[in-house]
């Protein structure tokens, strides 16, 4: 790639989130400059009043797809884009506020609202890669810094991102940390919750509450049989486990929909988890 | 880019109606949260070449923010609310921890309730040193964004920077990650900061100090544009500390009421046409505002006394109460105050027997309000037997703020229309930002459309 004259043309643009995700560029301090001037950075609301509607080289998606106007307006944004990276739980699973996808939103919509014909919301919050196809994705609520500095990079080189594909466990041994299911007696979803965090809620004497998501091949039920069995959870807690902010990936979503029937406080529904209205 | 004219708050009390005050306390079975990052609209009515009416449209897909916590335990609802919003989540915890530990009766370890200042202090210095340097200040100076600014400022940006970067660090020791930190939870924390831990941070810190106090004099210069207006100030406060997560409600025109009780004074309501929810007092004395303008001035005594040095040094507490563009002042001497406060309570810091005293759940009402770095965020939840959540109401600054902005961009949005349409939507951005409303809303382009009431068809500008 050569010189400023061609660099890449960047846009970070949001949906239903809470910007957590593209405020990790922001709070990259030490290298926020060098990052804008290897990239030219053209659309980024939450920074700068200069905007544009593309073409991107490169594109961060925010937030889930959870209104009308999201669905036309993650189309037209794809078809600007070259390589568009879908960063967060929400873009990733559809995020906490996917938890709504086990309820009746028809319901929910009437009795929440007293004129319901003014509510543009979708019946339930999904993923970026449900509607178009995402290029990359990076895991998290939120993002963490190290892995956004990593892509980046790859990006400016042209080589693949080093993102490890495993589980949090394995980062938890290499940072020393005592297990908290041995030592505490806590639930962990360390083992089968990408990596990515560096092992935070470990690290903080807690379990690991999943928010990276789960990882390829995650052997849910394993772990489930084991805080049945060892610690005694009974279903309705085990449901309330995965049913936090990648509730909507599988196999956490099956777990929560096998265990507890739906989310704690929502009622089942009528609609399907993943049906769009 | 996305459809006009879509409420900030989607939802009202279900029986609420439209238009008239919904009087009483709220009555609702399921809740309605969202967030007000997104985009921004502003739609001003113009009669007799005078603005009649300002209508600032900050929407944000819905959440349910209030509906996802029902059936939740009260540590499960200080995780999730967090994501309520990415710049402040420590506030929202703070709201969260401290509502329920009150309605338990849970008395934490003073020195948990330090440390608990202590990630508030950091929040502070992130999410202020934010908005005065990223997206405040390139509005005096100039500039579309701080990147572009630091073309010719870097070493200020670069200041900037690393003051934000100083407050982030803070969290990260005592939460794990700046945003949307793990380790608060009733009772105190899942796990204790090592004294090693924060001594590591005081030279950050106290770069940090001279950081914030060289803000202070940089903003001090910037040219205010002209605005006078005796604003209706609402605030946390404490006879000894500046106000974090102790105190009363108070306001610059007599009231003053526990923290538990705001809705006995304010309410929520419905507006026709944008079904946003705003928030006002139910003494009918108008809109009010939150955040450093109202802090700095109903709180000037409890100031840090390096911070309140500082402010008296800048002559500039008349302007700060009457002229909101001089709100990023009061954002810089906040800066000054929350480094300050993190230095004392780093250098007092004895650890706690233990992270966290054990609780007992009960039924009840758990309200508490704590001051967000843009103002006042109350929480009000109604518990079960097992200390779940049955009921949710969160109010957070924005919404309370909304009126006031509308209220002022009436009284002043006159003077900008004279202007030529660019210049005129960048004075109105340039004043909404002044509110900080919040992140995304306050640095995007305004869609302003101006309508012209009874003289012919609406024309619009588009900013940027």
Known sequence: MSETALRPRVGVVKFASCDGCQLQLLDLEDELLAVCEQFDIIEFAEATSARSEGPFDILFVEGSVSAPEHLPRIKALREQTKFLVAIGACATSGGIQALRNWGDHEAFRSAVYAHPEFVASLATSTPIGEHVKVDAELRGCPIDPRQLVELLTALTTGRRPQLRDEAVCMECKRAGNPCVMVIRHVPCLGQVTQAGCGAICPRFDRGCYGCFGPREQANVKGLADFLQAKARLAPADLGRLFAGFSANAEPFRAAVTGYAGAPPGVAVATNAPGDPR | MSAMGRPEREGTPAGA??????????????????????????????????????????????????????????????????????????AYQMSAVHAFEDCFGVRVDPAVRALRRLMYCGEWIESLGLHVYMLHAPDFLGYESAIAMARDHRQTVERGLALKKSGNDLIKVLGGRAIHPVSVRVGGFYRLPRRAELDAMRPALEHALEHAKATVRWTTGFAMPSFRRDMRFVAMKHPREYPFNDGRIVSNDGLDLPLTDWTQAFEEFQVEGSNALHARSKDGNGPYLLGPAARVTLCADQLHPVARALLEET????????????????????????????????????????????????????????????????????????????????????????????????HAAGDALQLPDAEATLRLEQMIRSYDPCISCATHFLDLSIEYDGEGPATGGRAS
């Open chain 2, 17 to 90: 109606t439209v238009g008239p005050p919904v009087s009483g306390e709220r009555r609702i079975a399921v809740g309605e949260l969202t967030r007000v990052e997104g985009e921004g609209s502003l739609r001003l009515t113009v009669r007799d070449g005078k603005v009649v009416e300002a209508r600032l449209g900050i929407f944000e897909a819905p959440r349910y923010f209030e509906r996802l916590v029902v059936g939740r335990t009260p540590d499960e609802v200080i995780d999730i609310v967090a994501r309520i919003c990415g710049i402040c989540p420590v």
């Open chain 2, 315 to 410: 002559g500039m507490q008349e302007m700060i109460r009457t002229n909101i563009y001089a709100s990023i002042v009061a954002r810089a001497v906040e800066l000054v105050h929350a480094t300050a406060e993190a230095l004392d309570i780093i250098a007092a810091y004895r650890p706690p027997a233990a992270p966290m005293v054990p609780w007992q759940p009960r039924a009840g009402v758990a309200a508490w309000a704590t001051e967000a770095p843009r103002g006042l965020c109350f929480h009000r939840y109604e518990t079960d037997d097992a200390g779940r959540v049955v009921r949710c109401q969160i109010v957070p600054p924005t919404s309370q703020n909304q009126a006031a902005i509308e209220a002022d961009l009436v």
